[in-house]
């Protein structure tokens, strides 16, 4: 079994890209150690520091190349990259970042909860760390909608927005009547986990594959069954994102519980932003990038399964970002699931590639 990197003990190579603070308050570069050959080609890792610890991040290419960051969906990892960004052009420089509480980077301190506009601050941060001025973003799922409201709140900084099987924003269309509820589990859930002294527990990868493991409480509701709870993700492209989500101990893989655990059993829909169909106008209003929007034919319409077979909010969105950026949004839909860019990333590649060469740029406005 190959050996697995654990966010859990936040071990971390004394080879990574070190980032540590300025007197002013802004991440520098202090060293960067050579590139490593993987399974996902040659990649250097990085770390960058946060006030509360380091964003880990994985980078490709020459830093002389045009700069693309890369966002993981909910509860995924920057290895959710490792199989597509081989296929992209080799002129450009791949970040893919961890968000907090992802992968390598470190958990929120106590008391912070996760929050989907805390992640879009986190992007501001590496863009800082990096020294990015204008860059392009890649987001699957989850990234997709924090590269969304990145790309509204700070227009000027993107070049191109790709979304993979995402749109920029979930509208409140079928969840009016949910939205205080989720606020409140998301504060109820924090307490609870804050108060849970579970110990993490070690159980094999292919328990943590194909069983279960409760994750930061007993509570049956939220046991975590890989696979079973992630139907679109394959047991290849699974023990993929495992590798980067849990710590190798002997045999077996130690998965975080208590506090360290606290975004794993967290459900996406207590941290979103919903926002209307008048707001969605809005926001996008203020886009300045092109954006390119690749849909799944088996993936997801709605935040939620059950809502999926209403896909009138889709054919909103999608009209909406049509009719408001017109040349500069493109539709592309592919065969696939939700994780078509891990199990099938040559047909997103290809795509991606000529919407990335493309070289109609739109000049940033302040």
């Not at 997709?144 to 995402?166: N, Q, R, T, Y």
């Not at 077996?252 to 829909?269: F, K």
């Not at 319409?301 to 999926?308: L, S």
Request: proline share 5%.
């Amino acid at each position: 079994m190959p050996s697995l990197t654990g966010r859990l003990e936040g071990a971390v190579s004394e080879n990574l890209l070190h980032v540590a603070s300025q007197d002013s308050g802004s991440p520098k570069l202090e060293e960067q150690a050579p590139g490593v050959w993987g399974h996902a080609g040659q990649f250097s890792e990085l770390k960058l520091a946060v006030p509360w610890g380091h964003i880990a991040a994985k980078a490709w290419g020459s830093q002389q190349g045009p700069p693309v960051l890369c966002l993981h969906g909910w509860l995924d990892n920057a290895n959710s990259f490792d199989r597509l960004i081989p296929l992209l052009s080799k002129d450009f420089h791949y970040v893919a970042m961890d968000f907090g509480g992802h992968g390598l980077s470190s958990h929120y301190s106590p008391g912070l909860p996760y929050y989907h506009q805390n992640f879009v601050s986190e992007v501001r941060r590496v863009a800082a760390a990096l020294k990015w001025s204008r860059f392009s973003l890649i987001g699957h799922s989850f990234g997709g909608l924090v590269g969304g409201m990145f790309s509204c709140v700070f227009p000027e900084m993107v070049d191109k927005l790709i979304l993979l099987d995402a749109t920029p924003f979930f509208l409140d269309t079928n969840e009016i009547e949910n939205l205080l509820t989720y606020k409140r589990r998301n504060t109820e859930h924090m307490l609870q986990v804050e108060a849970s002294k579970k110990p993490s527990k070690v159980v094999s990868q292919e328990a943590m594959l194909q069983g279960w493991v409760l994750a930061g409480t007993q509570r049956p509701s939220v046991s975590l069954r890989f696979l079973k709870n992630n139907s679109h993700v394959g047991e290849e492209c699974g023990a993929l994102l495992l590798q980067r989500g849990t710590t190798q101990v002997a045999t077996a893989v130690l998965v975080p519980c208590g506090e360290n655990s606290m975004v794993l059993s967290l459900q996406i829909e207590h941290c979103l932003d919903f926002v209307s169909k008048e707001l969605f106008e809005h926001y996008i209003r203020k886009l300045q990038a092109r954006v390119l929007l690749i849909k799944a034919t088996q993936g997801y319409h709605d935040v939620r399964r059950e809502n999926d077979a209403n896909t009138e909010p889709m054919l909103f969105k999608i009209g909406m970002l049509r009719a408001v950026l017109k040349e500069r949004f493109q539709f592309v839909e592919v065969t696939g699931n939700h994780y078509v860019h891990m199990n099938q990333p040559q047909l997103v590649a290809s795509v991606i590639n000529s919407f990335l060469q493309s070289k109609e740029r739109i000049p940033a406005q302040l």
